[in-house]
């Protein structure tokens, strides 16, 4: 029954500790976090059977070895902790990325699937952000980026278009769009030219 309660409890925590992960730039850790703390918490399930009695060397010492297993945990996975403590007070300004929440614009998870070369996930997340302020530059400029490298420059394109509609665009803005609009344009002339070669 202890045993039972022992790896129940392991089970619980490795998942704990796995949603302390979820974050795309954050995933790459599951590899040696897991393991370890798999290992640091069947330490501490020990406790379960735990008896310290005058004389219990053997108890002593294991009790001992909990105490540092619990240490080197916390010390494991306080960035995570905090990291989660700080996405809560966040989204309840910017809203949860996956649901859409929030009034404010935040492209950290977009950047994060970017940097992972998810571009469909990126794409994804990005226009999550967008539907609270479609007309938002930065949302838009990113999306020009990331079909500018999928070499999709007909959408690439549109996104510019529409940035140029905009009524509220600075003149830097503007500058950057007819920049990324005339290296579009040259992209697909040069994908087209090579579309026709391998025919």
Request: glycine letters at 6%; aromatic letters at 8%; proline letters at 2%.
């Amino acid at each position: 029954m202890i045993l039972l309660a022992r790896i129940l409890f392991c089970a619980e925590m490795l998942h704990i500790c796995w949603r302390l992960t979820e974050s795309v730039d954050l995933r790459s850790q599951r590899i040696w976090k897991l393991p370890l703390s798999a290992l640091l918490f069947w330490t501490v399930s020990a406790s379960f059977n735990l008896v310290i009695a005058p004389g219990a060397y053997g108890s002593l010492a294991l009790a001992i070895k909990i105490v540092v297993a619990i240490v080197v945990l916390s010390f494991l996975w306080r960035e995570n902790i905090a990291a989660l403590a700080a996405n809560k007070a966040t989204n309840a300004l910017y809203g949860d990325g996956h649901a859409g929440g929030g009034f404010r614009t935040s492209y950290r998870d977009a950047r994060a699937r970017l940097a992972n070369e998810d571009f469909k996930g990126a794409i994804e997340e990005v226009e999550v952000q967008l539907r609270k302020e479609p007309a938002d530059f930065e949302g838009r400029s990113m999306l020009v980026e990331i079909y500018g490298q999928l070499g999709e420059s007909d959408r690439a394109l549109e996104q510019v278009a529409f940035i140029l509609a905009q009524p509220s665009i600075t003149a830097d803005q503007k500058s950057w769009a007819i920049a990324a609009q005339h290296q579009l344009r040259l992209q697909k002339i040069r994908l087209e030219d090579e579309a026709r070669r391998r025919r």
